[in-house]
């Protein structure tokens, strides 16, 4: 069977990690080498639920946490069905943030589990590779003063950075963590090359189901 799919590729990190800059350096990159790609990312604040999420984050209004939370799933199932179809097409996708986020954030709130929180995005197509961009806070604030955004402080930083530790570990996904403090140069030149290499493998499985 000449089944090629496109590879979903999503990028994980704490706030000014560089998650931005990369997808669109990595999209650029394997458009260059004759990979059709695409980027996308989470929250994807333009449909309704999203809008809902975007003003909950410029603290507009609240929501209440597990509302919220199911809030982002829904963002992502909402989107689900153009993703698996773009892969189908042979369209690799760039992510920028994904369930681990989901998961990581509303987790490093007092009294949720992990398990709890990953139960709504269990199913959602898993990546092919998770990049972790890994920078100390210290250097992430040289690179510009939190914004006015709900979770940005240091503290709860530091929390959710936690949390992305314990998601790590899990065997199922194939995660890569990424020196973020290095030139952008550089840290692209590692992450096309996990990239490549995971677009290889992917293109002739089929997608798989996460934390399933
Ligand atoms: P994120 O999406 O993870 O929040 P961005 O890509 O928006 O991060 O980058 C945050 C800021 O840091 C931007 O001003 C960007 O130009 C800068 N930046 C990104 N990568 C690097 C790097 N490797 N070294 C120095 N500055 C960087
Ligand atoms: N975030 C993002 C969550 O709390 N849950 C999620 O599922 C996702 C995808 O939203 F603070 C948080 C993480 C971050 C904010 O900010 C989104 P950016 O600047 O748009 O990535």
């Not at 009294?111 to 959602?124: A, K, R, T």
Request: hydrophobic fraction near 40%.
């Amino acid at each position: 069977m000449s089944y090629r799919r496109g590879a979903l590729i999503v990028l994980e990190g704490v706030d000014r990690a560089g998650k931005t800059t990369q997808c669109m350096k990595l999209v650029q990159a394997l458009q260059q080498s004759g990979r059709p790609a695409e980027m996308i990312r989470f929250p994807d604040r333009t449909t309704k639920i999203g809008q809902l999420i975007s003003a909950y984050l410029e603290k507009k209004h609240n929501l209440e946490d597990h509302t919220v939370h199911l809030l982002f799933s829904a963002n992502r199932w909402e989107l689900e069905p153009m993703i698996r179809q773009k892969l189908e097409q042979g369209i690799s996708l760039v992510v920028d943030r994904y369930a681990f986020s989901g998961v990581a954030f509303t987790s490093a709130k007092p009294g949720f589990s992990l398990e709890w929180c990953m139960s709504p995005d269990v199913g959602l197509p898993r990546p092919d590779l998770v990049l972790f961009l890994e920078l100390n806070p210290a250097v992430a604030a040289q690179r510009g003063e939190f914004g006015a955004e709900r979770y940005e402080t240091s503290e709860f930083q530091k929390a959710v950075m936690q949390r992305f530790q314990q998601l790590m570990k899990d065997p199922s996904l194939n995660w890569q963590v990424i020196d973020a403090a290095k030139s952008i140069e550089d840290v692209h030149a590692e992450i096309k090359t996990h990239s490549e290499e995971a677009a290889e493998a992917a293109q002739h499985q089929p997608i798989a189901e996460l934390w399933k």
